[in-house]
Antibody, heavy 119, light 111 residues
């Protein structure tokens, strides 16, 4: 079965960077885009961007251009999302997700990774 | 402010039917891009409820249905159950932003 397992919670200082991992299993990693979505406390879902694991092609929401970097390691079927220059506004749960077969709806989600930013 | 507009909250009694609207523009829902609905319970990841505006993934009860008209989409939940209490989000692609966008979310309360 398809599974996305994310790395554990992180606490970072303002100005630092964080790198969240998302390990995929149960399917051919290269065949499905990975999306990243975040959710600040008490707020809604915010799409950050996507990555094609086959060729590394990426696309970012304008808000995260220049600050987010999405990469992958095909040897371990793992996707990464790195966010730099963190501020308190970046405190959120970060999710990776994958679309269902034959559609673009995100039918598979990681469990989420809480990133806290505190001095 | 979200590109897709949802009511902040809706409520209904057990057994009743409720609908949640998602209003977009000619750059997203009205442009013919795919639209989806998600259910999110507190402390958990979102769950895909409806994809392509009207299709249910395997395992989603037929109490949940979706529709689309013009620049808007709707999610209907019939036979409300206490377990349906959750936040619901719509999603579509926006061509002017070249990005997937979510609605602001709707909190469903079963009273």
């Amino acid at each position: 079965q398809v599974q996305l397992v994310q790395s554990g919670a992180e606490v970072k200082k303002p100005g630092a960077s964080v790198k969240v991992s998302c390990k995929a299993s149960g399917y051919t990693f290269a065949h499905s885009d990975i999306n990243w979505v975040r959710q600040a406390p008490g707020q809604g879902l915010e799409w950050m961007g996507w990555m094609n694991p086959y060729n590394g092609e990426v696309g970012y929401a304008q808000k995260f251009q220049g600050r987010a970097t999405m990469t992958r390691d095909t040897s371990t079927s793992t996707a990464y999302m790195e966010l730099s220059n963190l501020t308190s506004d970046d405190r959120a749960v970060y999710y990776c997700s994958r679309h269902i077969e034959g559609g673009t709806g995100q039918g598979y989600w990681g469990q989420g990774t809480l990133v806290a930013v505190s001095s | 402010q979200s590109v897709l507009t949802q009511p902040p909250s809706v409520s209904g009694a057990p057994g009743q039917r409720v609908t949640i609207s998602c209003t977009g523009t000619s750059s997203n829902i009205g442009a013919g891009y795919a639209g989806h609905w998600y259910q999110q319970r507190p402390g958990t990841a979102p769950k895909l409820l409806i994809y392509g505006y009207t299709n249910r993934p395997s395992g989603v009860p037929d109490r949940f249905s979706g529709s689309k008209s013009g620049t808007s989409a709707s999610l209907a939940i019939s036979g409300l159950q206490a377990d349906d209490e959750a936040d619901y989000y719509c999603q579509s692609f926006d061509s002017s932003l070249s990005a997937w966008v979510f609605g602001g979310g709707t909190k469903l309360t079963v009273v």
